[in-house]
C-alpha cells in the first residue's frame, strides 16, 4: 500500500484551497483537469514570465481532490493556485464557489501578518527537529562501537540532542514501558480477533518500504519541520486504520518516534460515539495499566505526547441527540465533565493540549467536515493497494502469472471495479468470485462488465452450497430484513449495527451466523454486541437490493420505496451527491432480468417486477418538471443506465432526450456514452469532448485488449452518426484524437446516412485531424454549419478553404476564430467568398489580419457574387487604415448587415472612416459593435453626424470607449433629431456619471424604438437612476 502527503498550513500560500476541490463533483473535476492544459490556462491566468506550467496528464487523470491539490501546490507556488483554480472556476461557472474563493483570498491577504516567533515557539521548534531519519548527530570522540551500540544498528533512531537531560528514573521508565507493553498488547489482540476470510491474505507484519512510510508521516517532505496535525484521508478499507495502529505498534515496540513521543493514545471514534460524559484525563487513562496515569506528566510535556483520533467520521455523523459539533465553548480542562464529541473537537482546534500531536484518520468524503477545525493540517492520502500489490494479491489466490495477467487486464476495463480494488476486502471479493472455474473460464468477461454483475456473482456462489438451519418459507423475510438494515443504516449514515437494530428488523441468529460465517458482516473487536459489513460496498449492494426485492402485499399501500428511490436519484444524479452514487448504481445494476433471476434462485427471494416502470415514471415526471433535468449530468445517468444492460429499458428511458453534452476523461466514461448514445433515437445534437488519453498519445503503450476494447467503444459512438439520422448537431470541441479513432470519424461523417449539419471543432488535438475531417465532408450538401475556432491552422488553412469550395458544399456560416490567421490568409478567404454564395456569416475574431489582410478582405465583399451577411472581426488588430478599406466595401456591398469590430485600435480617425459610409442613406447595415476601439468624443460627434442620416442601424454598441458625458450628449442631440431605427445602444464602461442621465432620458421619452440601453461600468448615482428608470427597462450599474 502507499499514500501520498501535501501539506496544508495556515501559512501556507495555497492553504485553504483543499475544500474547495472536494466540493467539485466527479465530473467537474475531471473539467478542471481539463482547463489545467497551457492551451486552456492561456485564457484567464497571466503565467510568471510567460511560462505556463505542464502536468503530466498521467499525473492529473489519477488525481483525486487531494492529490489535485498537491499538483496544484507543487507546479503553481507561492499563492498562484488561488488565482488558477478562481479562473478555472470562472469558466466553469462556477458563480459561487467563485465568491467564496474571491472572499477567501480576501481574508488571507489581510490576516498574513508577520509574527515574531516567541521563546515557547522556538523551543517546539527545536524539539520538533529533534527526529531528523536521515541524518544522525555523532560525536567526534565517540568510538564507532559505541556509536553503533547506543542506535540500536541505527534503523530508526534520529539526532541525539548533545544538551539532554539525564536518564529518567527507574520508576519512571518502568510506567512507560508497562504503558507501551498494554498497548502493543492491545493492538494485537484487536487484529487476532478481527475474523478476517480464510483466504484473505491480511500481512500483520510491515515491510521495510511500509517502515519508511511511517517514519515520514511526521515530516513527509523531510525538512525536520515536523507536522503537528496530521490527517490520514481515504477512501474505505483502503487501510487508514491499519497504517495508524502500525503506528502505535512500531511506537510500543520502540523502533518508531521514541525521540519524539513519550506517550502515543489511541482513541476510537467509532467506540467513543456511544460514551456518556466523561473527562478528558478519564478518555486517555482508558488504556493505562492501572488507575494512576501520571496526568501531571503528560501536562508538562504536552509536546511529547501523541493522540491518534481514529476515524473521525463516527464524530461528525454522531448519533441524534448527542452535541455532535456545534459551537459550545472550548473545553481546555483535562478534569472537566463533557461529551467526548465536545472533547475531541477541542482537541482537534487546538484549545486543548495545543502542543501535542495528532494523527486524524478520517474518509475522504468527510474532509470538508474538518475545514477549519484543524490548525495547520498536513494531509496524508492513503491510496490503498497499488498495481504492485494487486498483481502480489491475485498471485497468492491463483498462482498462475498468465491467469492473473488475463484476470487483470479483464477488471482494468471496469474502471469502477479496478478503482474499488485499491480496498484490499474489495479485492478478496473479486478472487472469492473468479476462484470458480465456470466463472474464471467461460464467464470473466460478463461477469466483470459490470460491478453489479460482479457482486451478484460473488453472492450466488456463496448461498448456491447454503447451509444454515433456516425454513424455506423465512428466506424472503430475512433477505428483506437485512436490506433494510443496510439501507437504514445508510440514512442514518451508520456503518454498525448493535443487537437492538437486528432484533428491530427482525433478523435471526441462524441467518445472522451464517452472514458471519461467509464473512459478509463482521463483528467489531472493541464494541461488545457491534457488527458491521465486512466492507461498506456489501452494505451498498444491499440498500440497493432494499429497491428492488418485492414488498409483502400487507405493506405495499404504505410503502414509501417509490418515494426513497426519486430521493436517491435526486441526490446522485441532480444533486451530484457521491454519498449515494454506488447505491444508485447497483439499483440499476439489479435491473438487469439475467441477475435478477440468478439471485432469485439462489437467494430465495423474488425481485419486484415493478422497479422498471416505477424509474420510467420517475424519468416521465422529471421531463415534465420545469425546474430539474438530468441533462446537465448526463454522465452520470449513462453510468446507471450501463449498469443495467438492459436494451430496451435504456431506449424507453432515453426517449425525451434531445441533447447531450459528454466530457469523456476515462474509460468508464467512454463505454457507458457509447452503449447510451447507441440508444437515443431521438438525440438532435451531440457535444462530445473527449480527453487525450483516451484516444489520442496512450494508445501507443497500452495492451491489446484496452485497445481493442477504446476502439468498439469509440465506433459505437461514431456508428450513431449513421445509425440515428436525427442527428444534426455535433460538437467535438477541447477532443484529443488518434489516427485510429479520427478514420473511424471520418468513415462516419462520410456515410450518405450521416445527416449532421452543424460541425463544431474547437481546440482539437492533433490539429493535422481538421484536415482529414474537412477532406472527408468535402462535397457534403448537407454541412451549413462549420466552427474550427481555437486551433492553430497555420498552412492547413489554405487546404481547408480549398476543400470547402466544393461545388456541392451548401456552407452558410465559418467561423476561423483564434485560429493564427495572418493578413495574407485573407487571400484565400477572399477567394473563398466569392466561389462559395452560400457564406453568409463569417467569423475571423482574435487573428492578427491587421489592416492588409482586411484591404484584401474589402475587395472581397465589393465583389457582386459575395453574399456576406454578418462579418466579426474582433480583437484583429486593425487601424483606421483598414476602416478605410471597410468603408469603401461598405458604400459598394449591399448585403452585409452585421459588423463586429470590437476590441481593435481604430481611434477616432478610424471612426471617421467608417461613418463616411455609415452616413450614406444606403448603407445597410444594421448592427454595428466599435466597443472597446479606444475612440473618445470626436468620433462619437461622427456617429452622430452619420446617425442623423442612417436610419437602418438597429444595434450599436460603443462600450468601454472614453466617450464622457459630452460625447453621449452629441449622440442623443442627433437620435433626438431623427427618425432612426435604434433598437440597442450599448454605453457600458464609457465614463459617464449622472450628467448624462437628462439627454439620455429625453432620447428614450421620445423613441419609438429603443428599448435596451447598457450603462454597466459607469458611475450613476441614485438620483440617476430614478431618471433613467421612469418608464422602460434599463440595465444600469
Not at 498574513?112 to 515557539?121: F, G, N, V
Not at 467535438?732 to 461523417?749: G, I
Not at 487546404?799 to 487571400?827: P, T
Request: aromatic residues 8%; charged residues 25%.
Amino acid at each position: 500500500m502507499s499514500f501520498s502527503v501535501a501539506t496544508s498550513a495556515d501559512g501556507g500560500s495555497n492553504d485553504g484551497l483543499l475544500p474547495y476541490l472536494m466540493a467539485l463533483d466527479q465530473y467537474q473535476l475531471e473539467e478542471f483537469k481539463l482547463c489545467l492544459e497551457p492551451r486552456m490556462l492561456m485564457d484567464f491566468w497571466s503565467a510568471p514570465q510567460g511560462h505556463f506550467p505542464h502536468i503530466p496528464w498521467a499525473n492529473l487523470r489519477a488525481a483525486d481532490p487531494l492529490n489535485l491539490f498537491f499538483l496544484l501546490d507543487e507546479h503553481f507556488p507561492k499563492g498562484q493556485a488561488w488565482n488558477v483554480a478562481l479562473g478555472i472556476f470562472h469558466t466553469m461557472n462556477l458563480t459561487s464557489l467563485c465568491e467564496k474563493v474571491r472572499a477567501e483570498m480576501k481574508g488571507n491577504v489581510q490576516t498574513q501578518e508577520p509574527q515574531d516567533p516567541t521563546q515557547e515557539d522556538a523551543e517546539m521548534l527545536e524539539a520538533a527537529a529533534g527526529n531528523v531519519q536521515t541524518q544522525e548527530c555523532q560525536d567526534p570522540n565517540q568510538e564507532p562501537e559505541e556509536l553503533e551500540e547506543e542506535t540500536g544498528n541505527g534503523q530508526t533512531q534520529g539526532c541525539q540532542d548533545p544538551n539532554q537531560e539525564e536518564p529518567e528514573e527507574p520508576e519512571e521508565a518502568d510506567h512507560r514501558r508497562k504503558y507501551r507493553e498494554k498497548m502493543k498488547a492491545k493492538v494485537l489482540e484487536k487484529w487476532d480477533d478481527i475474523p478476517w476470510p480464510e483466504d484473505h491474505v491480511y500481512i500483520r507484519s510491515t515491510s521495510e518500504d511500509e517502515h519508511e512510510e511511517l517514519q515520514r508521516l511526521l515530516d513527509p517532505h523531510g525538512t525536520g519541520a515536523q507536522a503537528q496535525t496530521i490527517v490520514l484521508a481515504g477512501r474505505a478499507g483502503v487501510g487508514k486504520t491499519t497504517l495508524a495502529m502500525k503506528a502505535l505498534l512500531h511506537w510500543a515496540d520502540g523502533v518508531l518516534f521514541q525521540q519524539r513521543f513519550s506517550y502515543v493514545f489511541y482513541v476510537s471514534c467509532h467506540m467513543t460515539r456511544y460514551m456518556k460524559e466523561t473527562t478528558f484525563a478519564e478518555l486517555i487513562s482508558r488504556d493505562w495499566p492501572n488507575s494512576d496515569a501520571p496526568i501531571e506528566e503528560f501536562t508538562s510535556q504536552p509536546e511529547k505526547l501523541l493522540f491518534i483520533v481514529d476515524g473521525y467520521e463516527n464524530m461528525i455523523v454522531a448519533e441524534p441527540g448527542s452535541d455532535g459539533l456545534d459551537d459550545g465553548p472550548p473545553c481546555t480542562d483535562w478534569y472537566q465533565e463533557l461529551p467526548v464529541t465536545r472533547i475531541l473537537l477541542s482537541l482537534l482546534k487546538k484549545e486543548l493540549v495545543p502542543q501535542a500531536t495528532l494523527l486524524i484518520t478520517i474518509k475522504t468524503f468527510y474532509l470538508m467536515d474538518l475545514k477549519g477545525l484543524t490548525v495547520n493540517p498536513c494531509f496524508v492520502q492513503m491510496t490503498g493497494f497499488t498495481e504492485e500489490d494487486l498483481w502480489v494479491y491475485f498471485m497468492r489466490h491463483f498462482d498462475d502469472s498468465s491467469e492473473v495477467k488475463k484476470i487483470l487486464q479483464q477488471i482494468r476495463k471496469n474502471e469502477t471495479l479496478f478503482d474499488s480494488c485499491s480496498a484490499p476486502m474489495v479485492c478478496w471479493i473479486v478472487c472469492s468470485c473468479l476462484k470458480q472455474p465456470t466463472v474464471r473460464y467461460y464467464a470473466l468477461q460478463s461477469v466483470t462488465d459490470t460491478t453489479t454483475s460482479l457482486y451478484a456473482c460473488f453472492f450466488t456462489s456463496l448461498f448456491s452450497t447454503a447451509e444454515v438451519d433456516l425454513a424455506d418459507d423465512s428466506w424472503p423475510g430475512q433477505w428483506r430484513a437485512l436490506c433494510s438494515l443496510a439501507i437504514e443504516g445508510l440514512w442514518s449514515m451508520a456503518f454498525t449495527f448493535n443487537t437492538q437494530a437486528t432484533e428491530r428488523e427482525g433478523l435471526e441468529v441462524p441467518f445472522l451466523d451464517y452472514l458471519y460465517q461467509l464473512n459478509i458482516l463482521q463483528k467489531v473487536s472493541d464494541c461488545g454486541g457491534c457488527f458491521t459489513f465486512t466492507h461498506p460496498s456489501l452494505q451498498e449492494f444491499f440498500a440497493a437490493m432494499s429497491f428492488v426485492l418485492e414488498e409483502q402485499e400487507e405493506f405495499l399501500q404504505r410503502s414509501t420505496r417509490y418515494e426513497e428511490m426519486k430521493l436517491l436519484l435526486q441526490d446522485a444524479l441532480l444533486n451530484k451527491e457521491p454519498y449515494w452514487t454506488p447505491v444508485v448504481l447497483f439499483s440499476f445494476g439489479l435491473l438487469n432480468r439475467n441477475i435478477a433471476r440468478e439471485l432469485e434462485e439462489t437467494l430465495h427471494c423474488k425481485m419486484s417486477p415493478r422497479r422498471m416502470e416505477e424509474l420510467l415514471k420517475w424519468r416521465e415526471e422529471l421531463d415534465k418538471a420545469e425546474n430539474a433535468s438530468v441533462h446537465s449530468h448526463v454522465l452520470r445517468f449513462f453510468h446507471c443506465l450501463h449498469e443495467s444492460q438492459e436494451e430496451d429499458f435504456v431506449e424507453k428511458m432515453l426517449d425525451h432526450t434531445f441533447e447531450v453534452d459528454l466530457n469523456i476523461l476515462r474509460d468508464k466514461e467512454l463505454k457507458a456514452s457509447s452503449f447510451c448514445l447507441k440508444r437515443c433515437k431521438r438525440l438532435n445534437k451531440l457535444r462530445l469532448s473527449v480527453g487525450s488519453h483516451i484516444l489520442e498519445r496512450d494508445l501507443d503503450t497500452l495492451e491489446t485488449s484496452m485497445v481493442s476494447s477504446r476502439m468498439h467503444a469509440w465506433n459505437g459512438i461514431c456508428s450513431t452518426l449513421v445509425r440515428n439520422e436525427n442527428v444534426r448537431e455535433l460538437d467535438l470541441s477541447n477532443s484529443k484524437l488518434h489516427a485510429l479513432s479520427v478514420k473511424a470519424l471520418c468513415l462516419a461523417l462520410k456515410n450518405p446516412r450521416c445527416k449532421v449539419q452543424k460541425l463544431t471543432c474547437k481546440s482539437v488535438a492533433p490539429e493535422w485531424i481538421l484536415k482529414e475531417l474537412i477532406l472527408a465532408l468535402q462535397g457534403n450538401s448537407k454541412l451549413t454549419h462549420l466552427n474550427l475556432s481555437s486551433n492553430k491552422l497555420g498552412v492547413t488553412a489554405p487546404l481547408i478553404l480549398k476543400a470547402l469550395k466544393h461545388s456541392a458544399c451548401k456552407l452558410k456560416y465559418l467561423c476561423l476564430e483564434k485560429c493564427n490567421l495572418s493578413g495574407a490568409s485573407c487571400q484565400d478567404l477572399a477567394v473563398f467568398l466569392i466561389s462559395i454564395r452560400q457564406v453568409t456569416r463569417l467569423c475571423l475574431g482574435f487573428n492578427r489580419l491587421q489592416d492588409y489582410g482586411i484591404k484584401l478582405l474589402g475587395a472581397a465583399l465589393t465583389h457582386p457574387k459575395c453574399a456576406l451577411e454578418r462579418l466579426e472581426l474582433w480583437f484583429c488588430q486593425l487601424g483606421a487604415h483598414g476602416c478605410r478599406h471597410l468603408s469603401d466595401a461598405l458604400l459598394q456591398n449591399r448585403t452585409l448587415m452585421h459588423l463586429n469590430l470590437s476590441k481593435n485600435c481604430l481611434g477616432d480617425e478610424g471612426v471617421r472612416f467608417l461613418c463616411a459610409a455609415l452616413g450614406r442613406p444606403d448603407c445597410n447595415l444594421q448592427s454595428l459593435n466599435l466597443s472597446g476601439c479606444s475612440f473618445t468624443r470626436e468620433g462619437c460627434q461622427d456617429l452622430a453626424t452619420a446617425l442623423k442620416h442612417n436610419h437602418n442601424v438597429k444595434i450599436l454598441d460603443i462600450g468601454e470607449n472614453d466617450l464622457r458625458d459630452d460625447g453621449v450628449k452629441l449622440l442623443c442631440e442627433a437620435l433626438k433629431a431623427s427618425h432612426h431605427a435604434l433598437y440597442t445602444l450599448g454605453l457600458a464602461k464609457c465614463n459617464l456619471t449622472t450628467a448624462c442621465c437628462p439627454p439620455l432620458v429625453s432620447v428614450l421619452r421620445s423613441s419609438k424604438t429603443l428599448v435596451n440601453l447598457n450603462l454597466l461600468g459607469n458611475e450613476l448615482d441614485p438620483d440617476g437612476v430614478k431618471m433613467l428608470c421612469f418608464k422602460k427597462t434599463c440595465t444600469e450599474s
